[in-house]
């Protein structure tokens, strides 16, 4: 992870985030904007982009302005509380399922791990030529999954039946797959069974598999939680995430039912929504299945990644429960925040403060 300014970065801002404030109605006096971004900057001595970014300018926000903390302080935080000796733990999805399994946690199991052009192994580790390889892809009744073994942001990842599969033919099926997901630059997959969601998740968005982002902390004493947010596909993609179109909705962590509105990243008109678009279901007050379970999970596995202390959790809710899909040491905080709400009251919102000097 880099918290360092990059003119890409910038061109991101503006691209993606002044549209839809300028777009906006009912934001507050030009005046009164720049007294609270001052203030922000004040307090934080960072540049108050996050102003913009969570809609902070608008009259009907009517919550404490400095509850936002910067995303780049706690980015910087975050990653010097996980040693770098131990974030391939969270980077390698294969190394982590593995680890996982070991100490009994539920993971989804890599059936296949296809490797460079030519090698398609087992979820064991034994070398399959393609014949073997759609051989036992034939017996399946169910669609496979396929991720990028170091992807992130959902980028890659697809879904393809057994006849799909077969479809493709010969023993070109790797180069084939690569040619189709160009920019890959890990040429490496891991293949699962699709995951059979719980109705109540697959009634949202039935393409997608609808995950929970759970933010871990070891506050030195104990494992502690930050947030909790589901993120939704937006109906039409195979994956759940934000970055992709999809939505993020906040989870009361006491109960695990959903609050408020689904909002949508910027990039994708920044719209909030109390229903899903495609769905039709209304977020507020719908009731996550096995909502203790998940949150033990979470921080069962949270315990077992140490030393990393701080984990955004990708979690899905299958019909027999709970179970791991990835931990991630560089997650999104301007997600959980602006479903969550602001992150200077919580656990590693106090521990940004103090290592920042506040």
Same mark, same amino acid.
């Given at each position: 992870?880099?918290?360092?300014? !990059?003119?890409?970065?910038?061109?991101?801002?503006?691209?993606?985030?002044?549209?839809?404030?300028?777009?906006?109605?009912?934001?507050?006096?030009?005046?009164?904007?720049?007294f609270e971004m001052n203030r922000i900057y004040r307090r934080y001595r960072w540049v108050p982009y996050h102003y913009l970014k969570h809609s902070l300018y608008l009259k009907s926000f009517d919550?404490?302005?400095?509850?936002?903390?910067?995303?780049?302080?706690?980015?910087?935080?975050?990653?010097?509380?996980?040693? +770098?000796?131990?974030?391939?733990?969270?980077?390698?999805?294969?190394?982590?399922?593995?680890?996982?399994?070991?100490?009994?946690?539920?993971?989804?199991r890599d059936l296949f791990v296809v490797v460079g052009d030519d090698k398609i192994y087992s979820g064991e580790g034994q070398l399959l030529s393609y014949v073997e390889f759609q051989g036992e892809? /034939?017996?399946?009744? +169910?669609n496979f999954f396929f991720k990028p073994t170091f992807g992130s942001l959902g980028k890659g990842a697809f879904n393809m039946s057994p006849e799909e599969i077969h479809k493709r033919g010969n023993?070109?099926?790797?180069?084939?797959?690569?040619?189709?997901?160009?920019?890959?630059?890990?040429?490496?997959?891991?293949?699962?069974? =699709?995951?059979?969601?719980?109705?109540?998740?697959?009634?949202?968005?039935?393409?997608?598999?609808?995950?929970?982002?759970?933010?871990?902390?070891?506050?030195?004493?104990?494992?502690?939680?930050?947030? /909790?947010?589901?993120?939704?596909?937006?109906?039409?993609?195979? !994956?759940?995430?934000?970055?992709?179109?999809?939505?993020?909705?906040?989870?009361?962590?006491?109960?695990? +039912?959903?609050?408020?509105?689904? +909002?949508?990243? /910027?990039?994708?008109?920044?719209?909030?929504?109390?229903?899903?678009?495609?769905?039709?279901?209304?977020?507020?007050?719908?009731?996550?299945?096995?909502?203790?379970?998940?949150?033990?999970?979470?921080?069962? /596995?949270?315990?077992?990644?140490?030393?990393?202390?701080?984990?955004?959790?990708?979690?899905?809710?299958?019909?027999?429960?709970?179970?791991?899909?990835?931990?991630?040491?560089?997650?999104?905080?301007?997600?959980?925040?602006?479903?969550?709400?602001?992150?200077?009251?919580?656990?590693?919102?106090? =521990?940004?403060?103090?290592? =920042?000097?506040?």
């Amino acid at each position: 992870m880099t918290t360092k300014f !990059t003119f890409g970065k910038l061109h991101h801002f503006i691209v993606e985030e002044l549209p839809p404030y300028f777009r906006a109605a009912g934001k507050k006096s030009w005046s009164q904007q720049f007294f609270e971004m001052n203030r922000i900057y004040r307090r934080y001595r960072w540049v108050p982009y996050h102003y913009l970014k969570h809609s902070l300018y608008l009259k009907s926000f009517d919550g404490d302005l400095l509850s936002y903390l910067p995303a780049k302080m706690m980015e910087r935080f975050i990653e010097e509380s996980n040693p +770098k000796s131990h974030v391939e733990l969270a980077l390698n999805k294969r190394l982590f399922s593995q680890e996982m399994s070991k100490v009994g946690l539920p993971v989804v199991r890599d059936l296949f791990v296809v490797v460079g052009d030519d090698k398609i192994y087992s979820g064991e580790g034994q070398l399959l030529s393609y014949v073997e390889f759609q051989g036992e892809v /034939a017996q399946s009744t +169910k669609n496979f999954f396929f991720k990028p073994t170091f992807g992130s942001l959902g980028k890659g990842a697809f879904n393809m039946s057994p006849e799909e599969i077969h479809k493709r033919g010969n023993d070109e099926f790797v180069r084939r797959l690569f040619q189709d997901f160009p920019e890959k630059l890990e040429r490496s997959y891991l293949v699962q069974h =699709a995951i059979e969601q719980h109705q109540t998740l697959a009634s949202l968005a039935s393409q997608s598999v609808n995950t929970v982002r759970i933010d871990t902390f070891w506050d030195g004493k104990r494992i502690v939680t930050n947030s /909790a947010v589901l993120r939704v596909g937006n109906g039409i993609s195979p !994956t759940d995430n934000w970055a992709a179109g999809g939505l993020i909705v906040k989870i009361d962590f006491a109960t695990g +039912k959903l609050v408020g509105l689904g +909002k949508r990243k /910027a990039k994708f008109g920044k719209q909030n929504f109390e229903r899903h678009p495609v769905s039709g279901v209304t977020f507020a007050e719908l009731q996550l299945p096995y909502w203790a379970e998940v949150k033990t999970l979470a921080e069962r /596995a949270a315990l077992e990644l140490l030393p990393l202390r701080c984990i955004g959790w990708d979690v899905a809710i299958t019909v027999d429960g709970p179970v791991l899909i990835e931990a991630n040491d560089n997650y999104d905080i301007f997600l959980s925040q602006e479903a969550y709400g602001g992150y200077r009251d919580t656990p590693l919102g106090k =521990a940004t403060l103090r290592h =920042a000097g506040h």
